[in-house]
C-alpha cells in the first residue's frame, strides 16, 4: 500500500514513525513545502530571549532519519492540488519539476496557518509573523538592529505572551495589546489570568488590554506606528500572535469541515472520504470535556492523533481516548497550568458549571524556605458533578506535574466528590496534610 503523508511536523512525523516502524511494508511518501521539519515553535520566545543560544535542539527530527528507515521525503515540495476521485497528489518541487503522484491512503498534516488581517499593512516592513522556523529568524534579525528598540506584539495568549517576554529580556521596550480584557483569556478566568497580567507589568511590560489594533502608519514603507480604537503608539516593530486557522485549503470543497474549517474526523482520524486521514492542527478532535468535537490546537494533540491514525490506517483498530487541551506557560518563573474548560468557556459552550477556588502553600506550613502559594480552581458540570477544568497558578513547578492528574480526571469522567476522598500521598517536603487540591474538593458546592 502507497501512503502519502502531507506535512512533517509534530502530526505527520508521529504517523510517519508509527507506520515505519509497525507496518515495514507499506511505501512511505513524506512531502512538505517547508525545507526544514519538527520544529519545535514552542522554543521560539526562549531563543528569542537568549534563554537557550543555538536552534539546532529545537528540532528533534532530520530528514535522513525517516529515509534510513526506507520512507522517500520530498522536501521545499508545494502540493497545488489534490484529486480525492483519481487518489492523485500534483506536487511543484524546488527545481520547477512538477510530479503526479498516486497514493492508496492519504493524510494531511497540513496543520495551522496565522491569521493574517485583510490588509495591506501586512506587508510593510517590521510587520512579522511566528510560525515558521524562518519567520523567527527573521524578527531575531531585527532584534539585533539597535534602531528597533520598541516592539508591538498584538495577541496576548500563550505566544504572544511569551514572545513579549523573550523580546523583553533582550532589553527592549515591549508594547502587548489584546482585545480581551486580559492575557491568555482562552484558557484562564480572569482570576487567574490577572495574576499573569501583574506579572507583565511588574516585568516591565506595557500592556494594552481590551484595545482593537485598527492598522498601522507607515514611513518609507516600513511600519511606524500602531493604531487602535483608543490610541496610536509609536513603534520599531510589529509581531502578530493574534491566533492561526487550519490550513485546509487542499481539502475545500471536498472533504466535511467544522465552521472554522478544520477538517472533520471521527474518533480513528479518518475524515469524509474513507481513504483520506487528518491530524494535527488542520483537523477536528473529540473533547472529552465538551464530549463532543472542536478544535484545540496543540503539539501533544497533533503527535496523539498522527499515532492513532497510522495504527487505523494500516488496519490496526484505535480509538481516540480524546484530549483536554492540557497547557501550562512559565513567564519569568510565573508558571500556569490548565486543561478543559475555564468557567468562561464552558458557559460559552453552554455547559452550566460550578467551580471551586482553593490557595496554600505548596508544602507543610512549618517548612519556611522553596514553599510557594499555589492557586486553584475546579469547574465541574453542576448536574453530573463530573470535572470538566482546572487551573493551577504558582512560583512553583510542581503544579506542571499536577496538572496532569485533572487531565485524567475529565477523560475518566471522575466527580468533584470522587476527587475529594482520593487517596493522595502526604510528605511535608512535597505537601500539605490537607493540599490545596483536596480542599478545593472538599469545600466544593
Known amino acids: 500500500m502507497k501512503i502519502i503523508i502531507?506535512?512533517?511536523?509534530?502530526?505527520?512525523?508521529?504517523?510517519?514513525?508509527?507506520l515505519l516502524d509497525n507496518y515495514p511494508e507499506h511505501e512511505i511518501l513524506m512531502l512538505d513545502r517547508s525545507n526544514n521539519m519538527s520544529y519545535i515553535g514552542a522554543g521560539t520566545a526562549m531563543w528569542l530571549g537568549r534563554q537557550i543560544d543555538e536552534t539546532d535542539d529545537l528540532f528533534y527530527s532530520q530528514s535522513s532519519d525517516f529515509q534510513t528507515k526506507g520512507a522517500k521525503i520530498l522536501t521545499e515540495a508545494e502540493v497545488s492540488l489534490i484529486n480525492f476521485e483519481k487518489k492523485e497528489v500534483n506536487v511543484t518541487l524546488k527545481s520547477g519539476e512538477f510530479l503526479v503522484e498516486s497514493y492508496d491512503k492519504l493524510i494531511l498534516a497540513t496543520?495551522?496557518?496565522?491569521?493574517?488581517?485583510?490588509?495591506?499593512?501586512?506587508?510593510?516592513?517590521?510587520?512579522h509573523f511566528v510560525k515558521l522556523f524562518q519567520e523567527a529568524q527573521a524578527i531575531d534579525e531585527e532584534l539585533s538592529r539597535p534602531e528597533v528598540n520598541r516592539i508591538a506584539i498584538i495577541g496576548a495568549g500563550y505566544i504572544g505572551t511569551e514572545v513579549a517576554e523573550g523580546i523583553k529580556r533582550r532589553g527592549k521596550e515591549v508594547l502587548l495589546f489584546d482585545t480581551e480584557s486580559t492575557s491568555l483569556a482562552t484558557?484562564?478566568?480572569?482570576e487567574f489570568a490577572k495574576t499573569m497580567d501583574n506579572n507583565l507589568e511588574e516585568h516591565g511590560i506595557e500592556l494594552h488590554l481590551g484595545e482593537i489594533v485598527?492598522?498601522?502608519e507607515e514611513k518609507n514603507n516600513r511600519v511606524s506606528q500602531v493604531k487602535t480604537n483608543?490610541?496610536?503608539?509609536?513603534?520599531?516593530?510589529?509581531?502578530?500572535?493574534?491566533?492561526?486557522?487550519?490550513?485546509?485549503?487542499?481539502?475545500?470543497?471536498?472533504?466535511?469541515t467544522l465552521k472554522n474549517k478544520a477538517i472533520k474526523v471521527d474518533k480513528y482520524q479518518q475524515t469524509s472520504d474513507p481513504n483520506v486521514y487528518a491530524i494535527g492542527d488542520v483537523a477536528s478532535i473529540y473533547s472529552n470535556a465538551l464530549q463532543d468535537f472542536t478544535y484545540i490546537a496543540l503539539a501533544t494533540n497533533a503527535v496523539r492523533s498522527g499515532i492513532v491514525a497510522a495504527h487505523n490506517l494500516a488496519g490496526t483498530l484505535l480509538e481516540s481516548a480524546g484530549v483536554q487541551g492540557s497547557n501550562g506557560i512559565s513567564i519569568f518563573g510565573y508558571h500556569m497550568t490548565s486543561t478543559g474548560l475555564s468557567v468562561k468557556s464552558a458557559k460559552k459552550l453552554g455547559l452550566e458549571v460550578l467551580y471551586t477556588d482553593f490557595e496554600d502553600k505548596q508544602k507543610a506550613w512549618f517548612l519556611k524556605t522553596s514553599n510557594e502559594t499555589v492557586k486553584i480552581r475546579i469547574v465541574y458540570e453542576k448536574e453530573s458533578r463530573r470535572?470538566?477544568?482546572?487551573?493551577?497558578?504558582?512560583?512553583?513547578?510542581?503544579?506542571a506535574g499536577n496538572i496532569n492528574m485533572f487531565s485524567l480526571a475529565i477523560q475518566n469522567q471522575t466527580t468533584i466528590d470522587e476527587l475529594a476522598l482520593l487517596d493522595l500521598f502526604f510528605l511535608p517536603h512535597f505537601?500539605?496534610?490537607?493540599?490545596?487540591?483536596?480542599?478545593?474538593?472538599l469545600t466544593a458546592k
Open 6 to 18: 502531507i506535512g512533517t511536523n509534530h502530526a505527520g512525523i508521529a504517523a510517519a514513525n508509527t
Open 111 to 127: 496543520g495551522s496557518s496565522p491569521i493574517v488581517p485583510d490588509s495591506s499593512e501586512s506587508e510593510l516592513e517590521g510587520v
Open 187 to 190: 484558557y484562564y478566568d480572569e
Open 214 to 216: 485598527v492598522g498601522y
Open 230 to 256: 483608543k490610541a496610536a503608539y509609536e513603534i520599531d516593530m510589529v509581531i502578530n500572535c493574534i491566533g492561526f486557522k487550519p490550513n485546509s485549503v487542499l481539502a475545500e470543497g471536498k472533504l466535511e
Open 387 to 399: 470535572i470538566v477544568g482546572a487551573q493551577m497558578a504558582s512560583y512553583s513547578e510542581i503544579i
Open 431 to 441: 505537601n500539605n496534610p490537607y493540599n490545596y487540591m483536596t480542599m478545593a474538593a
